[in-house]
């Protein structure tokens, strides 16, 4: 019997809890105490490292270990803090992963792109390299108000914004750059061909 089935779906499971982690405190924290909410925070962050450890991804599962660690540590200083700090630490590991790749040949947006079309002309490499920069802008500034948002705000703004509102901005920018793409690479085509025909 082959395991990738139950792979793929412990690891749809895992990240959907991640997307519904926001909710899934504000509900559970009304239930629980903030020490089974964090210890049920570090059990699926360490069962992600594991699933990533099975699909060979062990720079992936190791970022998971070290932002569990992390959690943990901030655990020992308050419970109800760390439980809150987690969309901070996520979307600065994220920020820091692709700040990373801008030092290598290939940004990870680029890599990205690269497994849907391998051969990517000099406009799309330069394209991605500045996407990139735009993803990182958009991490650290969610980092900067989920941090404010965990620890000057209620439960329910603290909820509304990591739960909801930071969804929807990547959602946004997601599906806007797809226009903005297509927009600037004719303009990129529109002066190349100008420029050919030019004697």
């Known amino acids: 019997m082959s395991w990738s089935a139950p792979k793929r779906v412990a ?21 629980f105490p903030p020490q089974f909410i964090l210890i049920g925070l ?15 991804r062990y720079a992936a599962a190791g970022l998971a270990v070290l932002v569990a660690i992390i959690v943990a540590i901030g655990g020992i ?47 799309s490499i330069a394209y991605t390299r500045k996407l990139t920069k735009v993803w990182i802008g958009f991490f650290a500034a969610n980092a900067i108000i ?33 226009p903005v793409r297509r927009i600037l690479r004719a303009r990129h085509d529109r002066k190349t061909r100008n420029g050919t025909e030019t004697p």
Do not use: C, H
């Open 146 to 178: 989920a941090g404010w948002t965990a620890q000057y705000t209620s439960m329910e703004t603290w909820t509304l914004y990591n739960g909801l509102i930071s969804y929807i901005v990547m959602g946004l920018l997601f599906v806007g750059e797809w």
């Open 11 to 31: 690891t749809s499971l895992l990240a959907a809890l991640g997307v519904a982690y926001p909710v899934l405190v504000y509900f559970g924290l009304s239930v």
């Open 42 to 56: 570090l059990i699926v962050v360490l069962l992600r490292a594991v699933t990533f450890v099975f699909a060979e």
């Open 77 to 123: 200083a308050s419970e109800i803090l760390a439980i809150r700090f987690y969309p901070v630490i996520v979307s600065l590991t994220m920020g820091s992963v692709f700040t990373i790749t801008l030092f290598t040949d290939q940004p990870m947006v680029e890599r990205l792109a690269r497994i849907k079309i391998p051969d990517l002309d000099d406009y």
